[in-house]
């Protein structure tokens, strides 16, 4: 085993109780509550990052992270060609009732342990003795994966969607894949500069811009109601389509499943940000609950709104802006400037979207690096002392985001390949994290005590969950038709597979002498 780590020097230190009381119920924003440090003292883990955190502003910081209805818009091209309107709003509707399940699974491990970590911390709490280091350290590395690609998927939605609406107001203007790689760039520098120099305004920005993002969605719907062609109903619940050629609609519309499981996937970012939220194991599931309920709800309406006013579904999917939602908002308002407004709104949310996920992943990324997860864990995990935040990992993010853009260079679909690549990785942390507490109630051993408990539920929701995941897991990695070319094939697998073969020669090699897992740190009593 490597060096001993400062949470192992903390973990033998004692915590000043009488001053954390002195601070009041509230906290403080260095410190936090009572309830906090008691968790950060029995994980052993040092109070390094700003507790500027409360519900409000986390509850904001997570609808925009997933913004499920401009996310359901920017990526329902997808789902137009495999499943159409009747694949999109019925696989959205069973997805967004899986991640009931599983959230509210996930937000019970948060309370018992809220911490950065997230889930490869609760698999090192929570998995059998024998298999704690081991699988900590991969679903470690699929954590850093799928939220690093997270932020270059969101990136890369917006810079398309920004070409779509110079599109709509140039018809003369040609898509080149570079444009949209720089417009990756672009968003991307935008958001590391924010999550620096303004990191200490984040949460009073993150509940500014959720009134945008719930004002935003009524206006929006309400236009579309007034000015838009609606449907024949029976229509749009019942017509499915198989462009990608699978000759088969069911099997069509779960190879779209992406396209609808990314604006729900993000709810645990509240759980990686939780060192810098007070009265975490309290406050964090009620923010991922209500999230996972609203934000859903938001989500399902505007789709079953945007289905019903589309119109020809084949014109939308070949408009010239690229973005099928651009497409019918013109169609609707049958106004350059309408449609010009209401799509700069979404692209608006994207980019803050965008701004929430670089957080996340760089949150991510330090905790892991503080537990000598990753090479040069030492520069990852340090935090900027006069900004509270770990600079170099939000740097790397932005690098990464940058990288992966240069996909769009070479291929027709980078947006599907970068995003399955990040729903697999992230919905196989689920898996295990989950699979671990489910296998404590099954052996009715002792679990951690937490503000927020499932009871009798536990295990049903949890089970529930599984299930869901595991089917959700395998589609992801299809591509959009049964014969892909070269160009339009899901490399996702490819780039799922290479990660964690790399990630297990690396612990053999190195990891298993650097890396003790979270559970060496923790104390055995709170």
């Not at 779960?254 to 609808?260: E, K, P, Q, R, T």
Request: charged content about 10%; glycine content about 8%; hydrophobic content about 50%.
């Amino acid at each position: 085993m490597g060096e001993p780590t400062k949470e192992v020097e903390f973990a033998t230190d004692t915590i000043d109780f009488t001053e954390a009381i002195e601070d009041g119920s509230e906290g403080s924003i260095k410190k936090g509550t009572v309830a906090d440090r008691q968790s950060m003292w029995r994980m052993g883990k040092v109070q390094e990052l700003r507790r500027n955190f409360r519900f409000v502003s986390i509850f904001g910081f997570s609808m925009i992270l997933m913004a499920s209805w401009e996310t359901a818009l920017g990526t329902s091209t997808i789902s137009l060609i495999d499943g159409g309107t009747a694949g999109m709003i019925w696989m959205y509707f069973i997805c967004w009732c899986g991640f009931l399940c599983v959230n509210t699974s996930m937000a019970e491990m948060g309370s018992m342990a809220p911490t950065s970590g997230g889930q490869y911390h609760w698999v090192s709490e929570f998995a059998p003795p024998k298999h704690q280091k081991f699988l900590s350290y991969m679903i470690g590395w699929l954590c850093v994966l799928g939220w690093q690609t997270g932020a270059a998927g969101t990136a890369f939605l917006a810079g398309t969607q920004i070409q779509g609406l110079i599109a709509l107001n140039n018809p003369n203007y040609t898509f080149e894949p570079w444009h949209g790689t720089l417009l990756v760039f672009a968003v991307s520098a935008f958001n590391v500069i924010f999550n620096t120099f303004l990191a200490k305004k984040l949460p009073l920005i993150e509940s500014i811009v959720l009134v945008v993002h719930i004002f935003g969605f009524f206006a929006i719907v309400i236009v579309l109601w007034v000015t838009g062609p609606i449907g024949d109903a029976h229509t749009t619940f019942t017509t499915f389509n198989d462009y990608g050629g699978w000759n088969n609609y069911g099997l069509a519309a779960l190879s779209g499943i992406v396209a609808v499981i990314i604006p729900l996937l993000g709810a645990d970012a509240a759980v990686h940000m939780s060192e810098e939220l007070r009265d975490a194991s309290k406050t964090l599931p009620r923010s991922m609950i209500w999230t996972t309920v609203i934000n859903g709800s938001m989500g399902f309406i505007m789709l079953i709104t945007f289905s019903s006013v589309i119109g020809s579904v084949d014109d939308a999917i070949n408009s010239p802006t690229h973005q099928a939602y651009i497409y019918v908002f013109y169609n609707c308002t049958q106004s350059l400037a309408g449609a010009t407004v209401m799509g700069s709104l979404v692209v608006m949310m994207a980019i803050f979207c965008n701004l929430s996920i670089t957080a996340t992943s760089s949150r991510q990324l330090f905790a892991f690096a503080r537990d000598q997860g990753i090479p040069f864990h030492n520069t990852f995990a340090y935090v900027h002392p006069k900004w509270d935040v770990p600079i170099n990992a939000i740097i790397l993010s932005f690098t990464v985001s940058c990288l992966l853009s240069l996909i769009n260079l070479g291929s027709t679909i980078a947006l599907n390949n970068i995003s399955s690549l990040s729903t697999a990785a992230i919905l196989a942390s689920y898996i295990v994290s989950i699979s671990c507490i489910a296998l404590k109630r099954i052996r009715h051993e002792p679990l951690l005590p937490s503000k927020f408990t499932l009871g009798g539920w536990g295990l049903p929701l949890n089970i529930a969950s599984l299930i869901f995941l595991v089917f959700a897991f395998v589609f992801s990695f299809f591509p959009m038709g049964p014969k892909p070319t070269v160009q339009g094939m899901n490399w996702a697998i490819l780039m799922f597979g290479g990660t964690v073969l790399f990630s297990w020669a690396y612990y053999w090699v190195r990891g298993r002498h650097m890396y003790s897992g979270p559970v060496a740190y923790v104390r055995k009593s709170a």
